[in-house]
Nanobody, 127 residues
């Protein structure tokens, strides 16, 4: 049974940086695609970034790519999301996700590609 536990987040000021962490237990992440999604109040969950099983990264937009960095440490079963130059629009609940299916790497931007989700962590950015 795979369990994902997230940490990090909180209340930050615009322009600051933070790093979200996600640790997996129950199965090695070395054969998984990993991703981060976020959900703002009243909005649907949206894709932020992913790392395919073989290590290539995918970002939602070029704008996200310039400020967000997804990384992983397979030896520690950890996934990270570093966010720089935070904006109030980044306020959301952030979720890490893991998928071991081929679809997880073939369609990394789709939430349906992932079978395991973290509990979510709130990031609030004040102006």
């Amino acid at each position: 049974q795979v369990q994902l536990v997230q940490s990090g987040g909180g209340l930050v000021k615009a322009g600051e940086s933070l790093t979200l962490s996600c640790v997996s237990s129950g199965r090695s992440l070395s054969s998984a695609a990993v991703a981060w999604f976020r959900q703002s109040p009243g909005a649907a969950r949206e894709f932020v970034a992913a790392i395919r099983r073989r290590g290539t990264t995918v970002y939602a937009t070029d704008s996200v790519k310039y400020r967000f960095t997804i990384s992983r440490e397979n030896a520690k079963n950890m996934v990270y999301l570093q966010i720089n130059s935070l904006k109030p629009d980044d306020t959301a609940v952030y979720y890490c996700a893991v998928g071991f299916r081929q679809d997880s790497s073939s369609y990394p931007t789709l939430s349906a590609s992932y079978d395991h989700w973290g509990q979510g962590t709130q990031v609030t950015v004040s102006s």
